[in-house]
């Protein structure tokens, strides 16, 4: 009996979780964007596939203050019914904690994996008006006046901030950290010459360059860029040199029911997987790239052991 009992309660709650899938999703699903710049074409892209599949209008909510840690402990903290995701970056999720003191979220117990959909291109950029033509002629320049470079980048706690301090760490370059609310504000006041350097990604420069308001001083990935074949990266530039995580995911709240999240995982596959959305992300700087949630909440684990190794060889201390 007792075995009939428990098939019985298994069988009602596969029938129970099977029919609250299909009634997903009974209101507008929000998109919190944690990611400032031009991440909001991808989210916006996204968004359009699923509301012309899901039958209720997906909106994007952008939220990306405090490198974005406003938008992600919003969705932490949301109902885990599906109506409520986000577009983070692996900044938000696995480099914050390590950086800032009492952040009110975990990395892997506060949110539900659904997949990843990009790998950003991360660039290190000056002011055409200054005559800084590679990363390592601003370390040197950086060094022979100490105080005298002040960096820019989308907050504490995000892969540029980080990046930054690993170049501090390795060059022993004296440079000031000028914190934004945001990606854009570090571009602009890079081509106004408030600061000198800025740590951006493409997807946010990519507007400035033709018109040549905007350098390119080195790359912030694994490999060169096809678009500045001669533009080296920071580990080309600086020996030793290991770069954060860069990557753009969808998740939703701790708890979020498996065929809402197989739902959504398929959907989204497919619409980052088609040529033309595939075409527009990455013209802008994005290379599409998706995953199973297992696969993202592997990745996230992955990523929080090298997070960790990277900010104990520089030594850095949470704020």
Not at 30 to 40: E, K, L, P, Q, S
Not at 246 to 272: D, F, H, Q
């Amino acid at each position: 009996m007792a075995r009939i009992a428990r098939f019985s309660w298994l069988l009602c709650l596969i029938v129970a979780s099977a029919a609250f899938s299909q009634a997903y999703p009974s209101k507008p699903v929000r998109t919190i964007m944690t990611v400032a710049g031009g991440a909001d074409v991808v989210a916006r892209l996204v968004a359009q596939g699923l509301t012309s599949v899901l039958g209720q209008p997906v909106i994007v909510e952008s939220q990306a203050g405090a490198g974005g840690a406003i938008g992600v402990e919003m969705v932490a903290r949301a109902a885990p019914d599906g109506h409520t995701i986000m577009l983070a970056a692996a900044s938000n999720i696995v480099g914050r904690q390590f950086l800032v003191r009492n952040t009110p979220y975990d990395a892997i117990k506060s949110f539900t994996p659904i997949t990843k959909v990009a790998d950003t291109i991360l660039v290190v950029i000056t002011s055409p008006s200054l005559p800084f033509q590679s990363l390592k002629e601003v370390i040197d320049y950086g060094k022979r006046n100490p105080g005298k470079i002040s960096y820019g980048t989308s907050g504490i706690g995000t892969n540029h901030h980080l990046s930054a301090e690993m170049i501090r760490v390795l060059t022993g370059i004296d440079w000031v950290h000028v914190p934004y609310k945001g990606g854009p504000p570090v571009v602009t006041d890079t081509i106004t010459g408030r600061i000198q350097v800025g740590f951006s990604i493409l997807a946010t420069v990519s507007p400035f360059l033709d018109s040549g308001k905007i350098r390119v001083i080195a790359i912030n990935n694994a490999q060169r860029h096809p678009r500045f074949p001669n533009i080296a990266t920071v580990a080309e530039q600086i020996p030793g040199y290991e770069q954060p995580p860069g990557w753009m995911s969808y998740l939703g709240p701790a708890g979020m029911p498996r065929p809402i999240v197989t739902r959504l995982n398929a959907e989204i596959v497919k619409i980052m997987n088609s040529p033309e959305v595939k075409t527009k992300a990455e013209n802008i700087g994005f290379l599409a790239s998706t995953t199973t949630p297992e696969q993202l909440a592997d990745m996230i684990k992955r990523d929080l052991a090298i997070m960790e190794r990277i900010v104990k060889a520089a030594g850095i201390q949470p704020e």
